[in-house]
């Protein structure tokens, strides 16, 4: 039973075009999050979001936008895709309040891969 | 914005030796977390730490919060091929919501 899914795995499109990574955890935790994983295998967050509010947004260029359609769904829309976008993103997902708030399932990731 | 620094960057190592990393940072911390990443797949949570000071164990791993909130450690005894991965620590203060992840250590066990 998959906790934290994404779809696709792997996405490789050309520069300019717009693409969505779809992300479901059926945990049901209240807050979800996206990250970047870039070559180097650094860990960035990029976006919270809470019983489908977003709550952190870490300077990420507006060409992406996370939509929660639901709390068990948080999707990420990138527009005018660039070279730069290239990476692993992360979906993850964790309890509200208390303790176990703190920790984070993740997803498998999806590779992007800009060309 | 809180910065972790986690050393090493990488590890090479014989297989059964011990492995230590950690986390520092420049700001106090209320919750430590340490993940492992496998190749091709996501962190998954190997512990948590909750309390200053405190030392907890997972098998072969243990972890402890250090004293002054601002830096944690992992350990691994008797490492095996299978520990091979990216090992992040993670850092979070309630008051701002987010973990803060460290740039990860990444472990090679020669067999």
């Known amino acids: 039973d998959t906790a934290v899914s994404q779809t696709p795995k792997y996405l490789v499109t050309q520069m300019g075009n717009d693409k969505s990574i779809k992300c479901e955890q059926n945990?049901?935790?209240?807050?979800m999050y996206w990250y970047k994983q870039d070559s180097k295998k650094f860990l960035k967050i990029m976006f919270s979001?809470?019983?489908?509010?977003?709550?952190i947004n870490e300077t990420v260029p507006n060409r992406f936008s996370p939509k929660s359609p639901d709390k068990a769904h948080l999707n990420l829309h990138i527009n005018s895709l660039e070279l730069g976008d290239s990476a692993v993103y992360f979906c993850?997902?964790?309890?509200?309040?208390?303790?176990?708030?703190?920790?984070?399932?993740f997803g498998p990731g999806t590779r992007l891969t800009v060309l | 914005g809180q910065q972790l620094n986690q050393s090493p960057q990488s590890m090479f190592i014989q297989e059964g030796e011990d492995v230590s990393m950690n986390c520092t940072s420049s700001?106090?911390?209320?919750?430590w977390l340490w993940y492992k990443q496998d190749p091709g797949e996501g962190p998954v949570l190997l512990i948590a730490?909750?309390?200053?000071?405190e030392l907890t164990s997972n098998g072969r791993l243990t972890a402890q919060f250090g004293i002054t909130r601002k830096d944690s450690f992992l350990n691994i005894s008797a490492s095996i091929p299978s520990d091979v991965g990216i090992y992040f620590c993670?850092?979070?203060?309630?008051?701002?919501?987010?973990?803060?992840f460290g740039d990860g250590t990444t472990l090679t066990v020669k067999p």
């Open positions: 700001s106090i911390f209320n919750t």
């Open positions: 993850a997902s964790s309890r509200q309040g208390g303790r176990l708030s703190n920790e984070q399932f």
């Open positions: 945990l049901g935790h209240d807050t």
């Open positions: 979001y809470n019983n489908k509010e977003l709550i």
């Open positions: 993670a850092g979070l203060n309630t008051n701002a919501g987010k973990s803060t």
């Open positions: 730490l909750y309390k200053a000071g």
